[in-house]
């Protein structure tokens, strides 16, 4: 058998946590598993060969479970952990402080293009029927420079009790002056990848490259 005798995790990437371990005995025939859920819940694998993996996407404030196991089946001692990733600093990029913005939920327009300088006070709303599409508005009260850098915008859904949900953790890539095409370039427009069905009381977390945006709760009925 393998004996895992420390384990590290490098949180220093805006995207990803990375995990190294050190052990004795010997390297299992077909290589590492780290098993990993999500406060608590999910199960994700990560299979490696060498004592090292990387788990995609670093979610901040986020309690991590790891397991590490032997693909082959060979007995491994030791191995399990526990990893409190830290809270994500504010964004502040490209001259944008997410401290002079405003971000707001409504109801996603049924027009393929919209912008938020034109949407009423009245459309914005923070309970929601399930199978509705939600967005996001966003308002920033300075002008920022717009460059055509490409950006990760993480969307995380924690439930009632602060919890992440796993099933809801979305990525995507974005240029980040395309968020700001519209008619005022200090408003921005956010789609959620995925809502829950649920009914419930939810908070949604985004970040951008690592760091906090916005945190905004809403029910779904």
Sequence with gaps: PSRVSKLSVDDTQPRNLTVN??????????????????????????KC???QA???????????????????GTSVLGGVYSYDCPDAPVFNQFEFSAENAEAKLLR?????????????????TDTFISGESISVAIRNSKSFYLPGTEVEIL??????????????????????????????????????PKVPQGAGS???????????????????Q
């Design 108 to 124: 996603t327009p049924t027009q393929s293009k919209w912008y938020c300088e034109t949407v009423e006070e009245s459309a914005y």
């Design 202 to 220: 939810y908070e949604l977390r985004i970040f951008i490259e690592g760091m906090a945006l916005a945190k905004l709760p809403f029910t779904i």
């Design 21 to 46: 371990w050190e052990y004795t005995g010997n390297k299992p025939e077909g290589g590492w598993l780290l098993i990993y859920t999500v406060d608590g819940a999910g199960r994700s694998v990560v």
């Design 54 to 72: 990387v788990i995609e996407p670093k979610i901040p404030g986020a309690k991590y479970a790891m397991t590490i196991q032997a693909a082959d």
């Design 49 to 51: 060969d060498q004592p």
């Design 155 to 192: 969307y995380v859904i924690r439930d009632a009790y602060g919890n992440v949900l796993p099933d809801y953790v979305a990525a995507q890539k974005v240029v980040w002056k395309n968020i700001w095409a519209g008619g005022d370039a200090r408003c921005g427009e956010l789609t959620i």
